[in-house]
């Protein structure tokens, strides 16, 4: 009977090799095909690819960053941080400084960022002063309206009191500067005057005082109205001291005889006085001259505007010929 040769142990083990190399090969096809699986197609609905949206200004050199655009846009986008945001303040300032006109599409990106409101990451002195910044760089441009309606948004709603007062404040330049004119410089004058009569706002000042040079620094001794509103705040002792001296100051050579009374008040505050004393020195006459010495007797604190006030008035009447001495 013929015998079989005998199986080597090599030839033994090929099966179990094709059946682990089987095995191995359908686990990494499952392992592919799973991941493959998971990963959704490109054009997959709720996958946006290269979206605008999603761009980023590209981030500077963070030791050294550019004075440009570019920081800008990283600053507006991110927050920014020590290093970046003074760079893109940087930039930004010297448009106002060079006095130059910025191109169309850093415009609408400016105007954008006012009417977004802020980046989150933004402290608020930071956002107080990149955005008065960018007020004096949009005054250079012709943007017209849309800036215009824009601070007049901000004066009106903003959380932040320190940004409406900017905001009034440069709406008052727009009309300076002759950007502001026809139905709407009629508007934001109106404006203006209602604030400045409310005896609770925190702004009512500054609002005082776009109407006091709305055309011009002597506006109220032609413009019956601011000159009524002025004169009715100064002499308000509910309104804020600071307030009452704003209008006194803004109220014009109508200002005169309350400037008397209020001087001469011991009951009233030093600060009030002092403005009311300085008033006397830029409208008074001879009659006031000896009060005013009465005055810089009285306290070192009032002395400081009364001998001025004297200066100013002898500076004025020397050039007049009148019919008795200066009483010196």
């Known amino acids: 009977m013929k015998q079989s040769p005998p199986t080597s142990s090599s030839n033994r083990r090929l099966p ?39 761009s980023r200004a590209p981030a500077p050199n963070m030791q ?66 990149i955005f008065n910044s960018t007020f004096n760089a949009l005054h250079l441009c012709a943007v017209g309206e849309p800036f215009t309606r824009i601070l007049q ?38 404006l203006m005057e209602t604030l400045a009569k409310k005896s609770g706002e925190e702004v009512s000042g500054t609002a005082i005082q776009v109407l006091a040079s709305w055309d011009g620094a002597d506006n109220a001794e032609n413009d019956p109205s ?50 009311a004393i300085s008033q006397i020195g830029q409208h008074g006459d001879m009659q006031d001259v000896i009060t005013l010495n009465t005055l810089a007797g009285e306290s070192s604190r009032l002395a400081q505007a009364a001998e001025p006030a004297l200066a100013e008035i002898r500076k004025r009447l020397s050039g007049k010929i009148t019919a008795e001495p200066i009483p010196y």
Request: hydrophobic share 40%; with cysteine; charged share 20%.
């Open 16 to 54: 179990w090799l094709w059946l682990f190399g089987v095995t191995g090969l359908v686990a990494i096809t499952a392992i592919i095909g799973f991941f493959q699986w998971m990963s959704p197609p490109s054009d997959a609905p709720g996958v946006i690819v290269n979206s605008p949206s999603l």
């Open 153 to 190: 948004d901000l004066t009106l709603h903003d959380a932040d009191p320190v940004i409406r007062l900017y905001a009034m404040q440069h709406l008052g330049m727009q009309r300076s500067i002759g950007h502001l004119t026809g139905e709407l410089a009629d508007e934001i004058h109106s």
């Open 64 to 129: 050294e960053p550019a004075e440009d655009y570019s920081t800008f846009l990283y600053v507006l986008q991110t927050g920014g941080c020590a290093i970046t945001q003074p760079a893109a303040l940087a930039w930004l300032d010297r448009y106002t400084q060079e006095n130059k006109t910025m191109p169309e599409e850093h415009v609408t990106k400016l105007l954008e960022m006012m009417r977004d409101g802020r980046n989150p990451k933004w402290e608020s002195g930071y956002r107080q002063h």
């Open 226 to 275: 601011t000159r009524q509103i002025a004169l009715a705040t100064a002499s308000d002792s509910n309104r804020p001291v600071d307030i009452r001296v704003t209008a006194i100051h803004a109220a014009g050579s109508s200002v005169l005889p309350l400037a008397r009374d209020l001087a001469r008040n011991p009951s009233e505050s030093v600060m009030l006085r002092k403005a």
